[in-house]
Structure formats: structure tokens, C-alpha cells
């Protein structure tokens, strides 16, 4: 099945979940990220029952404070 992670389309085996995704994409701090598909969020703790389907999108996303003035 073919996937678009972070804008590029990729092949995967059928029936992978986000978190078997993670790993292979080997995303740093994958305990801090935040992963959308298709645009909608989903809790990390779904990611071990996430299971992708053919031309989903997924995005890792990492939201960060800072900043002074």
C-alpha cells in the first residue's frame, strides 16, 4: 500500500500501525510528536491501534514553546 508521509508517497506493508510507522521513519523523540492523518490529530495513545490505510497522509508534527521578547 502507498502512503504519503510528510509530503512523500512511500510504500508500506498492509495492515501497519502508526507506532510500526514511527519506527520505521525512525522519527526522533517519537514520545513527544504529534501525528495527524488525513488532517485529523490522533491521541498517542492510539497510536499501537492505528492501523493506516492505502493513500492515507500522515504527518509528524512537534509542538514547541519558547520565545522572548
Not at 23 to 38: A, F, G, M
Request: no cysteine; aromatic share 14%.
Amino acid at each position: 500500500m502507498f502512503l504519503t508521509v510528510a509530503g512523500d508517497k512511500k510504500e508500506y506493508e498492509e495492515g501497519i500501525t502508526v507506532s510500526k510507522l514511527i519506527e520505521l521513519e525512525k522519527v526522533e523523540t517519537p514520545q513527544y510528536v504529534t501525528v495527524s492523518i488525513n488532517e485529523e490529530f490522533i491521541g498517542n495513545d492510539t497510536f499501537d491501534t492505528t492501523v493506516l490505510k492505502d493513500g492515507d497522509n500522515v504527518e509528524f508534527l512537534y509542538f514547541m514553546g519558547g520565545g522572548a521578547f
